[in-house]
């Protein structure tokens, strides 16, 4: 028995090899049993904490290659035996280029759940970027497996430095030709992280006003009042001035009023307060000011201030709706007139013309 274990086959042993095949059963087996350990433990670490890190990671383990673990366990088993140089090499460059692929696998489940929570988050508050965040997701694997491959291929013995080079003059050309895409492309990606506006708010672009409908790869559309939809270019909504009525988180508002010139003093004195009691007579909103602005060309002009505690323009105009109502009865019961635009005009007759420095002999005024 002893004899028949020293026979030598491909440069070793029978116990040699019985020892290799030895090493790699074992390996797969412990390798096995420390995967399940490690994906129980972290399951129960990631259930007690709050933190998405140890979810990721039992997730990634999760996905740990049988084939990975035989390759890795074949490597540990072929240390125990002599191989041909070319063997070795081959062995070697095929474990290096399987914990690649299986660090790329990692790599990618962990981008998969981290993209998969923002996109549930996205969902209930920006559903239009949940198509912006698949893009994000296609070309970060895009970019995680290109790595991988050029890892590989340098791990042949591939010279990758002219593949690279001629990716990136390639990557040079493509990017002129379709700059204007990929501007926009990198506008929505802005868009979706910076978050200017969202999907529902009211914005106003130059002279063009809607609510946000859908923010797309290329083009965000707004629905106007007038009912027709309004595309813009992301890239060209950046470069806009915005402004965007969803953030509003109270208006403020100021009215003017005036009234005839004959009204008497007593009464312009109470102006004030009557205008402070129509506006704290309403719910939703905080008195600010209001005072006897000016002396204009046919009023005495009072200036009001306040702020209704909402962004809903609905809201606002009911509001102002009851305040005009309640200023307009309060007048009445003061007997105070509200002035409209008028013109005297003072006509002279030619017999009573008035001598220099003097005033007119007498006048009609009409109005």
Do not use: C
């Given at each position: 028995?002893?004899?028949?274990l020293?026979i030598t086959?491909?440069?070793?042993s029978?116990k040699?090899?019985?020892?290799?095949?030895?090493v790699i059963?074992?390996?797969?087996?412990?390798?096995g049993?420390?995967?399940?350990?490690?994906?129980s433990?972290?399951s129960?670490?990631?259930?007690?904490t709050?933190?998405?890190l140890?979810?990721?990671?039992?997730?990634?383990l999760k996905?740990?290659?049988g084939?990975?673990l035989?390759?890795?366990?074949?490597?540990?088993?072929?240390r125990?035996?002599d191989?041909?140089?070319?063997?070795?090499?081959?062995?070697?460059?095929?474990t290096v280029?399987?914990?690649?692929?299986?660090?790329?696998?990692?790599a990618s489940?962990?981008?998969?759940?981290?993209l998969n929570?923002y996109?549930?988050k996205q969902?209930?508050?920006?559903?239009?970027?949940?198509t912006?965040?698949?893009?994000?997701?296609?070309v970060g694997?895009?970019?995680?497996?290109?790595v991988?491959?050029?890892?590989a291929?340098d791990?042949?013995?591939?010279?990758?430095?002219?593949?690279?080079?001629?990716?990136?003059?390639?990557g040079?050309a493509v990017?002129?030709?379709?700059?204007n895409?990929?501007?926009?492309?990198?506008?929505?990606?802005?868009?979706?992280?910076?978050?200017p506006?969202?999907?529902?708010?009211?914005?106003?672009?130059d002279?063009?006003?809607?609510?946000?409908?859908?923010?797309?790869?290329k083009?965000t559309?707004i629905?106007s009042l007038?009912?027709?939809?309004l595309?813009?270019?992301?890239?060209?909504?950046?470069?806009?001035?915005?402004?965007?009525?969803?953030?509003?988180?109270?208006?403020?508002?100021?009215f003017?009023?005036?009234v005839?010139y004959?009204?008497?003093?007593?009464?312009l004195?109470k102006?004030?307060?009557?205008?402070r009691?129509?506006?704290?007579?309403?719910?939703?909103v905080?008195?600010?000011?209001?005072h006897f602005k000016?002396?204009g060309?046919f009023?005495?002009?009072?200036e009001?201030?306040?702020?209704v505690l909402?962004?809903?323009y609905?809201l606002?105009?009911d509001?102002?709706?009851?305040?005009?109502l309640?200023?307009?009865?309060?007048?009445?019961?003061e007997?105070?007139e509200?002035?409209?635009p008028?013109?005297?005009?003072?006509?002279?007759?030619?017999?009573d013309a008035?001598q220099?420095?003097?005033?007119?002999a007498?006048?009609?005024?009409q109005?």
């Amino acid at each position: 028995m002893i004899e028949l274990l020293d026979i030598t086959f491909w440069q070793n042993s029978i116990k040699d090899w019985l020892i290799a095949l030895g090493v790699i059963a074992v390996a797969i087996s412990l390798l096995g049993i420390i995967k399940k350990i490690l994906t129980s433990r972290l399951s129960k670490i990631s259930a007690r904490t709050k933190t998405y890190l140890d979810d990721d990671l039992t997730e990634a383990l999760k996905h740990t290659k049988g084939l990975f673990l035989f390759i890795l366990s074949f490597y540990l088993g072929a240390r125990f035996v002599d191989l041909p140089d070319r063997a070795e090499t081959i062995i070697n460059s095929i474990t290096v280029i399987a914990l690649f692929v299986q660090a790329g696998l990692w790599a990618s489940v962990i981008l998969n759940e981290t993209l998969n929570r923002y996109r549930k988050k996205q969902l209930d508050e920006n559903p239009a970027s949940v198509t912006t965040i698949s893009a994000i997701g296609f070309v970060g694997k895009l970019v995680l497996w290109s790595v991988v491959l050029l890892l590989a291929l340098d791990n042949l013995g591939i010279n990758v430095t002219a593949l690279i080079a001629g990716l990136g003059v390639g990557g040079i050309a493509v990017a002129l030709a379709v700059q204007n895409i990929l501007g926009d492309l990198f506008a929505a990606l802005s868009i979706v992280l910076d978050k200017p506006f969202t999907v529902g708010d009211f914005l106003i672009v130059d002279d063009f006003l809607g609510s946000v409908e859908n923010v797309g790869l290329k083009t965000t559309r707004i629905r106007s009042l007038s009912g027709e939809q309004l595309v813009f270019s992301n890239s060209d909504l950046l470069k806009s001035r915005l402004r965007n009525y969803g953030r509003m988180y109270e208006r403020r508002v100021v009215f003017n009023i005036g009234v005839t010139y004959q009204t008497p003093r007593g009464k312009l004195e109470k102006i004030p307060t009557i205008l402070r009691e129509a506006v704290e007579a309403q719910d939703k909103v905080r008195f600010d000011r209001a005072h006897f602005k000016e002396y204009g060309n046919f009023s005495l002009n009072f200036e009001t201030v306040y702020y209704v505690l909402g962004p809903d323009y609905n809201l606002y105009m009911d509001i102002q709706q009851a305040v005009n109502l309640h200023i307009h009865e309060r007048f009445e019961q003061e007997s105070v007139e509200f002035a409209y635009p008028t013109q005297t005009l003072y006509v002279v007759h030619g017999n009573d013309a008035p001598q220099a420095g003097s005033g007119p002999a007498s006048s009609q005024a009409q109005s």
